[in-house]
Every structure is written in structure tokens, then in C-alpha cells.
Nanobody
Framework: QVQLVESGGGLVQAGGSLRLSCVAS????????MGWFRQAPGKEREFAAA????????VYADAVKGRFTISRDNAKNTVYLQMNSLKPEDTAVYYC??????????????????WGQGTQVTVSS
């Protein structure tokens, strides 16, 4: 069983930055694709960013491209999401997810096998 624990959320003013972290249990972390998703109040959960198990490939949603950066440290079983130039529309619960599938980065929720409990990010205007 894999457990994912997110941290780093909080309240920030528009234009500010936050870095989210997600620590995974288990030695299989380094073979998993890791993703970040978010869910705003009253909206469906949506893809934000994902990274391959080597860290060599990344995918971003258009809404965050150029402002967010996903990275990972396999020695620490941790994936990060650096969020810069935050906007009020980035306000959401952010979830970390792990995909132990065939190795192709997916933006689909259904492709991910394990999920964290989420961390709240609130951006004030």
C-alpha cells in the first residue's frame, strides 16, 4: 500500500509563491509517474502537472504552464510543485497522485492509482 502526504499549502497574496511537497511511502516511488491535480470549490478535480519517474519528462496544464514547476527527488521519495505568480483562480485543494502504470504520462484522473488527502491553497486578490 502506498501513502501520499502533501504539505506546503496556505494563504498567499496574488503574485506570490508557494511550494508544495508530497512524500510517498514505499520503495516503488522511483518507478511511478507522479502528478498534481487540483479541485476548486464547486468544480471537478483537474490535472495540473505530472512528471516521469526519471524526472526527465514533464507535462503541464495550459492554465499553469510557465508559472508552475514540478520536480522530484527519488532519494527522498518526494515530489514538489513550485507555484509562482499565483492568481486567485489557482485557489483549490491540491492533490498529489501516483501512477504505477506502463510509463506514459497521463493527464487523466483514472490513470492514477493512489491519492493523497490534499492541501489547501488560497490566493487572495
Amino acid at each position: 500500500q502506498v501513502q501520499l502526504v502533501e504539505s506546503g499549502g496556505g494563504l498567499v497574496q496574488a503574485g506570490g509563491s508557494l511550494r508544495l511537497s508530497c512524500v510517498a511511502s514505499g520503495s516503488a516511488f522511483r518507478t511511478s509517474i507522479m502528478g498534481w491535480f487540483r479541485q476548486a470549490p464547486g468544480k471537478e478535480r483537474e490535472f495540473a502537472a505530472a512528471i516521469s519517474w526519471t524526472g526527465g519528462s514533464t507535462v503541464y496544464a495550459d492554465a499553469v504552464k510557465g508559472r508552475f514547476t514540478i520536480s522530484r527527488d527519488n532519494a527522498k521519495n518526494t515530489v514538489y510543485l513550485q507555484m509562482n505568480s499565483l492568481k486567485p483562480e489557482d485557489t483549490a485543494v491540491y492533490y498529489c497522485a501516483a501512477d504505477y502504470g506502463p510509463g506514459v504520462i497521463s493527464t487523466r484522473l483514472a490513470s492514477y492509482d493512489y491519492w493523497g488527502q490534499g492541501t489547501q491553497v488560497t490566493v487572495s486578490s
